[in-house]
């Protein structure tokens, strides 16, 4: 059975940094995408930062290009993303996901697998 596991999200000021990290298991293909969508009160599920762990390709919403980056460490199976120039827009649940398989354009009715959520706050 997947199991994803985030951790790392809290309160920060504007301008803060903080980083996420997705741990996954019972997962064995060596093909997956994963990353983080997120999800603000009222509004849909947006995809942040996403990465094809075969390596090569990432996404980016454009909302946090130049601020957010991806990363991944295959041997534990995990990825991070770092966050930096926070803004209180950044303010929602991030959610980890993970699928087999690249798509474009990123969806989130594609992703079969979800982590149970981390909250980020950002106060200006």
């Known amino acids: 059975q997947v199991q994803l596991l985030e951790s790392g999200g809290g309160s920060v000021q504007a301008g803060g940094s903080l980083r996420l990290s997705c741990a996954a298991s019972g997962y064995t293909s060596s093909s997956n995408v994963m990353g983080w969508f997120r999800q603000a009160p009222g509004k849909e599920r947006e995809g942040v930062a996403l990465?094809?762990?075969?390596?090569?390709?990432?996404y980016y919403g454009d909302s946090v290009k130049g601020r957010f980056t991806i990363s991944q460490d295959n041997a534990k199976n995990t990825v991070y993303l770092q966050m930096n120039s926070l803004k209180p827009e950044d303010t929602a649940m991030y959610y980890c996901?993970?699928?087999?398989?690249?798509?474009?354009?990123?969806?989130?009715?594609?992703?079969?697998?979800w982590g149970q959520g981390t909250q980020v706050t950002v106060s200006s």
């Open positions: 996901a993970a699928r087999i398989g690249w798509i474009y354009p990123i969806r989130a009715a594609a992703f079969g697998y």
């Open positions: 990465i094809y762990t075969g390596g090569g390709i990432t």
